[in-house]
T-cell receptor, first 115, second 108 residues
């Protein structure tokens, strides 16, 4: 199957700092990538849909000024958590949709801990 | 009402047992249905798609009932390696909506 990578896999930061997470499709071009967040014992919640060359589409309740998404190329999308706070601590997972297929392939996730 | 509802479990069953999970969804316009498997602290991985006619993949059988908006997953002859959280997922043109997941533990 298609391979999606995420970096970093884990990050611990102080409250108030910004954290950038990268999502790459390694062996295919993804015009659309998705960013999810998963709190402990809860389901994955879609945060935003990232479209190459255009603005991301955010889900209701997700602050676009706090979670900055950039999809500058067909293989890279970045999520920046600005001014992170402890309540932003979560498992952030990206996925990429293979063109002309219904399936999404997920990255390995980034575990963010804000102290 | 949640878009996708699952019994969170946990289910603890002995190795070799048959186990069934159920899931209901609220959006009657949903086009695609899937079961994903998620191991602890890992990303979800596609287990199988679910078709109206029902489909089987080895020890796994998935069924979809559009009239009742109900999806099921049956695991036969369970193995220790089947221990995971099973996520019921439905999707439209782009988005996937995940259920909370059902946690399964297979005991030796």
């Amino acid at each position: 199957g298609a391979v999606v990578s995420q970096h970093p896999s884990r990050v611990i930061c102080k409250s108030g700092t910004s954290v950038k997470i990268e999502c790459r499709s390694l062996d295919f071009q993804a015009t659309t990538m998705f960013w999810y967040r998963q709190f402990p014992k809860q389901s994955l919640m879609l945060m935003a849909t990232s479209n190459e060359g255009s603005k991301a589409t955010y889900e209701q309740g997700v602050e676009k000024d706090k979670f900055l998404i950039n999809h500058a190329s067909l293989t890279l999308s970045t999520l920046t958590v600005t001014s992170a706070h402890p309540e932003d601590s979560s498992f952030y997972i990206c996925s990429a949709r293979v063109p002309s297929h219904n399936e999404q392939f997920f990255g390995p996730g980034t575990r963010l801990t804000v102290l | 009402r949640k878009e996708v509802e699952q019994d969170p479990g946990p289910f603890n069953v002995p190795e070799g047992a048959t186990v069934a999970f159920n899931c209901t969804y609220s959006n009657s316009a949903s086009q695609s249905f899937f079961w994903y498997r998620q191991d602890c602290r890992k990303e979800p991985k596609l287990l199988m798609s679910v078709y109206s006619s029902g489909n089987e993949d080895g020890r796994f059988t998935a069924q979809l009932n559009r009239a009742s908006q109900y999806i099921s997953l049956l695991i036969r002859d369970s193995k220790l390696s089947d221990s995971a959280t099973y996520l019921c997922v439905h999707g439209g043109a782009q988005k996937l909506v995940f259920g909370q997941g059902t946690r399964l533990t297979i005991n030796p």
